[in-house]
Structures are given as C-alpha cells and as structure tokens.
Nanobody, 123 residues
C-alpha cells in the first residue's frame, strides 16, 4: 500500500535545473530515511542523496555535491531534490526511496520505491 510517486522530471538543457518531488502515502514515514537514486540505461542504480527524518544528516554522491540539494517536509511525507547545473550524463530515471533507519547508499537497503521520474539533460 505504500507508494512514493515522483514528479518534477522533464527535459532541460545542460546547466538547467529541475526540482523533483516525492510524496509518500499509505503510511507514516516517521523516522524513515528518504533517498534519491538514479539509473541510466545500461547502468547500475546509484545513490544520489539521502536525508534522515530530522534532516540532521544529509549525504550526497560525490558527483552531485554542491549542485543538488535534498530536503523534506515531514508534515507532507514529502522529499525533494533540487537539481542545479545539470549535466547530460545525469540523464536517468530518478527514484524516490525510503527505509527505516539510517542513511544507506546501497539500493537494496531501501524497502519502498517510487516508479521513477525521467530526467533528460540535452547537450
């Protein structure tokens, strides 16, 4: 019953920005870590960012640090990812994920997943 629908993906030019949103439903996400992952065609799914319930601990993949910003609104069970200065190689399906416990960088550690939203960055 838990769903994590993502929105906000689209087509942008190199250097452009997008803001992805994920609104959890079907249960409370109290004490859940929320994360964003992405998967490009032919590539393994990789972690992009993670944030704990209180927002006290945030992590980013080295490749996106300084350009992407993760945040959450617990009243709405929502997590956001602001993507700035996008690069063509960051074209991928971006997934929202949730797990009970601390931030993990391995996708198999996350129990709940959205269906993904496509981000396409033109060169």
């Amino acid at each position: 019953q838990v769903q994590l629908p993502e929105s906000g993906g689209g087509l942008v030019q190199t250097g452009g920005s997008l803001r992805l949103a994920c609104a959890g439903s079907g249960g409370t996400f109290r004490d859940y870590t929320m994360g964003w992952f992405r998967q490009a065609p032919g590539k393994e799914r990789e972690v992009v960012a993670g944030i704990t319930w209180e927002g006290g601990r945030i992590s980013y993949a080295a490749s996106v640090k300084g350009r992407f910003t993760i945040s959450r609104d617990n009243a709405e069970n929502a997590v956001y990812l602001q993507l700035d200065s996008l690069k063509p190689e960051e074209t991928a399906v971006y997934y929202c994920a949730a797990r009970s416990g601390p931030i993990q960088t391995v996708s198999m550690e996350y129990k709940y997943w959205g269906q993904g939203t496509q981000v396409t960055v033109s060169s």
